[in-house]
């Protein structure tokens, strides 16, 4: 039972890296007001996730010490990631001849980040099935704003739609091989489910402080401003919601 909820929903968020649809049938204005509210409600969730859930969970099985310090390793790989990834994005240049290297690294970044996402939501199931909700709802929301960030940029380094499509799915599936992975290997050590949520905790901290946050601070406004503070409070709201009526 719990393999078959671990890849229906890594299946189910892989399928978020087809969201790049929405860009052909409609407008960037339209896009980027949805947008608006998506990148504040989600750096909510991913902040209610790691704080409400992830962490309580896995300080039930090591102690908070421990917990903690696996959240901060996250974190620290978190930025890591990033930097390798924006390092070669950098480096890739924007002339024409190198395009493809650009849009490759872009893919092979996006497998490695859909790989953790993977692990995250195996650890979450076998921790207990409405960790697992949670944990996917976070992911699924997260990934709505990357992959339309995704699926532009490969339109940028000269992909076409079909194949900008084609491949950011196929990257979207290291989140399965991620999860059977860590399904299949996670009874080699004992509470590695618990090390794994603190970990995922981590980078979802990191994710919605170095990456989302940021985005919001964009707008100036300051009524704009108290909508995207109202749709971070709705969004850890609705994970502590869901947290509580699952205990």
Not at 14 to 38: D, P
Request: hydrophobic residues 60%; proline residues 2%; contains cysteine.
């Amino acid at each position: 039972m719990v393999l078959e909820l671990i890849v229906g929903a890594t299946l189910l968020v892989s399928l978020f890296s087809l969201v790049g649809i929405a860009l052909l049938f409609v407008s960037e204005k339209r896009i980027n007001s949805v947008l608006f509210f998506l990148i504040s409600f989600a750096a909510g969730t991913m902040l209610g996730a790691a704080l409400f859930d992830l962490l309580p969970h896995s300080s039930e099985e090591i102690e908070v010490a421990l917990a903690l310090e696996l959240a901060f390793a996250g974190i620290l790989a978190g930025f890591v990631m990033e930097k390798i990834i924006h390092w070669h994005h950098h480096h890739a240049g924007t002339a024409r001849e190198h395009t493809h290297p650009l849009g490759m690294l872009t893919l092979i970044g996006d497998a490695l980040h859909n790989f953790f996402d993977g692990v995250a939501i195996a650890a979450a199931f076998i921790a207990g099935i409405p960790v697992g909700i949670i944990t996917t709802i976070a992911i699924a929301l997260h990934e709505i704003p990357q992959e339309i960030g995704d699926f532009a940029l490969l339109l940028y380094s000269g992909y076409t739609r079909a194949k900008a499509l084609a491949f950011n799915f196929l990257s979207a599936l290291s989140a399965l091989a991620g999860a059977l992975a860590f399904y299949f290997f996670s009874e080699l050590v004992e509470h590695f489910e618990s090390y794994a949520l603190a970990f995922t905790a981590g980078m979802f901290i990191y994710v919605a402080a170095a990456d989302l946050l940021p985005q919001m601070h964009k707008e100036k406004g300051i009524s704009r401003s108290a909508v995207q503070f109202c749709c971070i409070l709705a969004g850890a709201f609705v994970i502590w919601l869901i947290a509580r009526s699952l205990e």
